[in-house]
């Protein structure tokens, strides 16, 4: 059974900088895909970054280009989001994803993924 576990939410200023964890068991993410969405009050979910390829390429949302970044640690089977120069309209509920099997193209949207966290929190503030 897989479980994704994310940690690392928090409330920040503008312009700070937070690092998202996302722990997973039953699954390994270095063969598979993943993704980091977001989704504001009100708002649907959104996909912030992904990792396809077998890890070896990432994607990013507009929004987060040049200032967040996906990564995995395979020893620990954990995928990290590290935010930089975080902006009020980051504020929201951010959420790792997986899927099984290789993905040549970057997945995009929420129903391309299988497993989901719970959700970790983070607030900016101006």
């Known amino acids: 059974q897989v479980h994704l576990v994310e940690s690392g939410g928090g409330s920040v200023q503008a312009g700070g900088s937070l690092r998202l964890s996302c722990a997973a068991s039953?699954?390994?993410?270095?063969?598979?895909?993943m993704g980091w969405f977001r989704q504001a009050q009100g708002k649907e979910r959104e996909l912030v970054a992904s990792?396809?390829?077998?890890?070896?390429?990432?994607y990013y949302a507009d929004s987060a280009k040049g200032r967040f970044t996906i990564s995995q640690d395979k020893a620990d089977n954990t995928l990290y989001l590290q935010m930089t120069d975080l902006k009020s309209e980051d504020t929201g509920m951010y959420y790792c994803?997986?899927?099984?099997?290789?993905?040549?193209?970057?997945?995009?949207?929420?129903?391309?993924?299988?497993?989901w966290g719970q959700g970790t929190q983070v607030t900016v503030s101006t």
């Open positions: 994803a997986a899927r099984d099997g290789y993905c040549s193209i970057p997945l995009k949207i929420t129903r391309d993924f299988t497993w």
């Open positions: 039953g699954f390994t993410y270095s063969s598979n895909c």
């Open positions: 990792m396809f390829r077998g890890a070896q390429s990432t």
